[in-house]
């Protein structure tokens, strides 16, 4: 029974000793396991040497008596650093095991030895051997077993532990009594032992000791297995709330969504109701991200993400898909008015201010909405359509909502189609250069051109910018796209230098990304310098929202490439922030208002010319050039003169035209071209 004991003791605090988790608790546990297991050992082998008797007094010297011991947790230290540490090969358990069984052997010898015999005991060899090779081969044994069941996710592992305890037992018994009986004692023997233990007592002594270290071990081990296991159950929780849920928001992630989105239709299905899906993407997120860095652009996501869970009722929920798109599932919807309050509610909140390390943001939200069952019957079908509807929101001016209808899907793949196509336009020759002149409003002569992107698709035709500039700023292709114009209109420049026609300066806008990239002024100016451009030949519009995105970037970049001779113009101004204070710190060379002040020079009336005449005053005192966009009848141009605006661009006066077509158009307007007299100036044949 203490062999049986001892053996599971030493299974148990194998697979223990595997499963701790911190390193600087284990050679504790190694050195208590090796008590415990020494001790049980020996106390086994004491306890068979009670049950011999012979027809004299009897005795156990205490000094050998204790190495005996010493020697049985000396070889349980080295059984059970062996089966509960890396692998086990046939070699190191070899060699343990022979270790192992020698030193048992040397134990029960020993222990043997402590009766100090006269005459010596006498030991018949080939039964020695025999035990010494039965306590090397049980050893080998044991080692294997523990080494084997010491996973504690091993089927059924303590219904096998038992069993391999219970083998382990009988052959470590069989050892001692082969041991026995290879002892040989004289008739005449005395037993000499000094300072002996009186056999009663050490029975008595023995029997308490292996039963306290035994019982308080495998207690020790149930506390520790129940420890682990709440542990393990805590850790399997965690688990699982990482795979189901995001990061960074703590937001449940797709997964989790899908599977709410799955009972909600089980429920609505039963019920015969119907639920919503949003479908949110942040607008104006990926320039933030790009220009601040991802830190910035993972707290604003955080903010976000507490803006959408604010006002949702509980059987709701709101989830993370990946960067900045994010859905809402809406259940109990009675009809569509319920889902479009919950829309107009983000858009409120999404579009307040938001201060990040110092730094006022503002982003703004595309949301498109789709119901169940008439927009989907599942989870992919309903996030796919709702997709489709944010993107026509995208389309429709952002900063607002669609529910979806079946024509989107139609919209969606085009989308996609071009995403995938815009690829192929740059390497395949689809993209082209048009250019629309700028004019002067005094006279009416030519002051400058803006240069325009063009793409014929092979297939679907002319692609409007506005459609295909958004798909190039998502799918990354922007940069490069630029980079393409860049090199386009420093070699249309030198085409007209060749042919000695006047040119004027030429624009060329700059979307939010490229104006965001790391070193833009280096890479402007490896592209003219290649192509032999002098900088002043060169004016750079940016918007007034990618202006704002970060003041103090802004400022830097604009300084950098005015320094290096390129003027530096605000397009759509008025469209944006609106504020005119930002105008000083800038410095822009040139102010281009927006198409819609200008039509409203023929709607507003009075109220129409007053903004623009306030734009116009402040841009004179700040000695900058106003350009007004989108002049296309006789009554705008009249009064943009009375404003004494500075340059107009407009239908009335040309359409853009393709390089081609705007060279001849040069040729005819030598003598209605101005260079002003600030910039670099060429030759005029």
Not at 470 to 488: F, H, K, N, T
Not at 525 to 549: K, N, V
Not at 628 to 652: H, I
């Amino acid at each position: 029974m203490v062999a049986f004991l001892a053996s599971y003791t030493a299974l148990e605090l194998s697979g223990g000793l595997t499963a701790l988790a911190n390193a600087r608790r284990r050679p504790a546990w190694l050195a208590g396991g090796a008590m415990s297991m020494g001790v049980g050992i020996w106390s086994m082998h004491f306890i068979g040497m009670l049950a011999f008797s012979l027809p004299i007094a009897m005795g156990y010297d205490i000094a050998i008596t204790a190495a005996s011991l010493f020697l049985a947790i000396g070889v349980s230290f080295v059984a059970l650093a062996t089966a509960s540490r890396g692998a086990l090969s046939l070699r190191r358990l070899v060699v343990a095991g022979t270790i192992m069984g020698v030193g048992v052997a040397a134990m029960h010898f020993t222990g043997m030895h402590a009766m100090q015999m006269s005459p010596g005991i006498d030991y018949t060899l080939w039964k020695l051997v025999l035990s010494v090779a039965v306590a090397i081969l049980a050893s080998i044994a044991a080692l294997w077993l523990a080494f084997t069941l010491r996973a504690s996710d091993v089927e059924n592992i303590v219904v096998k532990r038992l069993g391999a305890a219970f083998v382990m037992a009988i052959a470590i018994a069989g050892m001692h009594y082969l041991g026995m009986d290879a002892a040989n004692f004289a008739a005449d023997s005395l037993c000499l032992a000094d300072a002996k233990l009186d056999a009663n007592w050490l029975a008595l002594a023995v029997t308490a000791m292996s039963f306290v270290v035994l019982v308080g071990t495998l207690a020790l081990i149930g506390f520790h297995t129940s420890s682990l296991s709440i542990s393990l159950r805590r850790a399997k929780r965690q688990l699982h709330y990482l795979g189901t849920h995001d990061a960074l928001t703590k937001l449940p992630n797709r997964q989790q969504l899908s599977l709410r989105i799955a009972q909600a239709v089980s429920e609505c299905e039963r019920k015969q109701t119907k639920f919503a899906v949003l479908f949110i993407d942040l607008d104006g997120f990926k320039s933030i991200n790009d220009s601040l860095g991802h830190s910035v652009g993972d707290d604003l996501l955080q903010v976000c993400a507490e803006r959408l869970r604010q006002d949702l009722r509980h059987s709701d929920m709101v989830a993370r898909l990946g960067g900045d798109e994010f859905v809402i599932v809406v259940e109990n919807v009675t009809d569509a008015s319920s889902a479009v309050a919950v829309a107009n509610g983000v858009l409120r909140r999404l579009s307040q201010e938001i201060v990040v390390n110092g730094l006022p943001l503002r982003v703004s939200a595309s949301i498109g909405v789709a119901f169940y069952p008439e927009d989907g019957q599942n989870a992919d079908e309903l996030l796919h359509n709702a997709d489709a509807a944010m993107y026509a929101a995208k389309q429709s001016g952002r900063n607002t909502f669609r529910v979806f209808e079946s024509q989107m899907n139609h919209t969606a793949l085009k989308s996609l189609i071009l995403q995938r196509d815009l690829h192929r336009a740059l390497g395949d020759g689809q993209l082209s250069m048009s250019f629309q002149p700028k004019f002067s409003v005094a006279s009416q002569s030519v002051t400058g051109v803006e240069a325009l992107i063009r793409w014929r698709h092979p297939e679907l035709g002319d692609i409007p910018p506005l459609e295909f500039i958004p798909i190039a700023e998502r799918s990354g292709l922007i940069v490069e796209i630029g980079d393409w114009v860049l090199c386009e209109v420093c070699r249309n420049i030198a085409l007209w230098d060749a042919q000695g026609l006047p040119v004027p300066s030429v624009s060329v806008n700059l979307s939010p990304i490229q104006f965001n990239v790391p070193d833009l002024v280096g890479r402007i100016d490896s592209l003219t310098g290649a192509a032999g451009i002098d900088p002043c030949r060169l004016m750079f519009e940016i918007t007034e929202t990618t202006a704002m995105q970060n003041v103090e970037k802004t400022s830097r970049t604009i300084e950098a490439l005015q320094a290096r001779g390129y003027a530096v113009a605000v397009d759509d101004f008025g469209t944006g922030y609106s504020s005119l204070g930002y105008l000083q710190r800038f410095r822009f060379d040139q102010i281009k208002i927006d198409g819609s002040f200008v039509r409203d020079l023929d709607s507003a009336g009075k109220r129409g010319s007053a903004l623009l005449s306030a734009v116009v005053t402040l841009a004179r005192a700040l000695q900058v050039e106003v350009v007004a966009e989108g002049v296309e009848t006789e009554s705008q141009m009249r009064t943009l003169g009375e404003l004494a605006c500075d340059q107009m661009q407009g239908f009335l006066l040309s359409h853009p035209m393709p390089a081609a077509e705007f060279m001849k158009f040069l040729c005819g307007a030598a003598d209605r071209i101005v260079v002003p007299r600030d910039t670099c100036a060429t030759p005029v044949a």
